[in-house]
């Protein structure tokens, strides 16, 4: 059976160029470019934070092996304003410190793969440009750590200059720091004063606990926590995953590093720092 494929716009991959990055000890979200695989786009809200500055970001970190694909990130409302939480379309993707596999295809078009690798701290590759948007049939893109793949798509052939407001900076965080990696669960914090006794799989927080605690179950099986730095402290948005590490007793759990921006600000509701959680239920 013929299908029809479902086309979608989204930023030109055939315009590259580089980006420097400049520091700043505390940047603004909506402008803070981090590792991973940042979508800059004009946030449409008049009241935004961001528009002074006249683009925002969105920010997707390392994969867990599953590409990603940002036209259905877009279509489900994920991608959304860092200064004011309202979706926006990206104009162009930024790639800093990663590498990324990118299978797309251009409408009535063959399909093709780029493939880049970049661990340069201060600089990102840009792909696509302001103002010119181009139809795909298909798009995605799969993000590691600098090095996972070849860095075969040299960028140096190519430079072509956009029309951002120069006053615009993208920038990074001075301190900014590499995700650990494995972190005690005994050294994060929740965010929230209460967790639910279940996953949202239906699985039991509880009988999780006690299958790590007798090893019939490694904290490598469970998705990685993610981590931000908030006041000093390493805090959780996994709330329950971070119950079942502490309460097991481990000493060592995976994560990745996310930032406090990127967390719903409705789940902050602990009220001893994140010390302790109670479970409902
Ligand atoms: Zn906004």
């Given at each position: 059976m013929n299908r029809s494929p479902v086309c979608f716009s989204a930023p030109?991959?055939?315009?590259k160029s580089k980006r420097e990055l400049t520091t700043d000890p505390n940047p603004p979200p909506w402008s803070c470019v981090s590792p991973g695989v940042n979508y800059m786009g004009r946030c449409g809200r008049k009241l935004c934070p961001s528009q002074k500055h006249g683009l925002t970001v969105f920010q997707v970190g390392f994969g867990d092996g599953s590409p990603f694909r940002p036209n259905e990130q877009q279509c489900w409302g994920?991608?959304?304003?860092?200064?004011?939480?309202s979706t926006f379309e990206p104009e162009f993707y930024l790639f800093n410190q990663c590498s990324a596999k990118i299978n797309f295809c251009f409408e009535r078009g063959t399909p093709d793969q780029l493939l880049l690798s970049t661990d340069a701290e201060l600089e990102a590759q840009q792909f696509g440009k302001w103002g010119r948007r181009v139809v795909y049939s298909m798009l995605s893109i799969e993000v590691e750590r600098p090095g996972y793949f070849p860095d075969v798509d040299s960028l140096d052939k190519v430079n072509i200059l956009d029309s951002?407001?120069?006053?615009f900076q993208f920038m990074k965080p001075i301190?900014?720091?590499?995700?650990?990696?494995?972190?005690?669960?005994?050294d994060i914090f929740y965010i929230q004063d209460s967790i639910a006794s279940r996953f949202q799989c239906g699985r039991s927080v509880r009988d999780t606990m006690q299958r790590l605690m007798t090893g019939?179950?490694?904290?490598?099986?469970i998705p990685a926590i993610r981590v931000f730095k908030m006041k000093g402290k390493w805090h959780t948005e996994d709330n329950r995953r971070l119950w079942a590490f502490k309460e097991a007793g481990l000493t060592s759990v995976p994560v990745k590093e996310t930032s406090?921006?990127?967390?719903?600000?409705?789940?902050?509701?602990?009220?001893?720092?994140?010390?302790r959680v109670r479970m409902r239920g």
């Open positions: 030109d991959l055939r315009a994920e991608i959304r304003c860092h200064g004011c939480k951002i407001n120069p006053a301190d900014a720091q590499k995700p650990p990696g494995h972190m005690n669960p005994q019939t179950l490694s904290p490598s099986q406090e921006s990127y967390v719903d600000s409705r789940k902050f509701t602990t009220m001893n720092g994140g010390v």
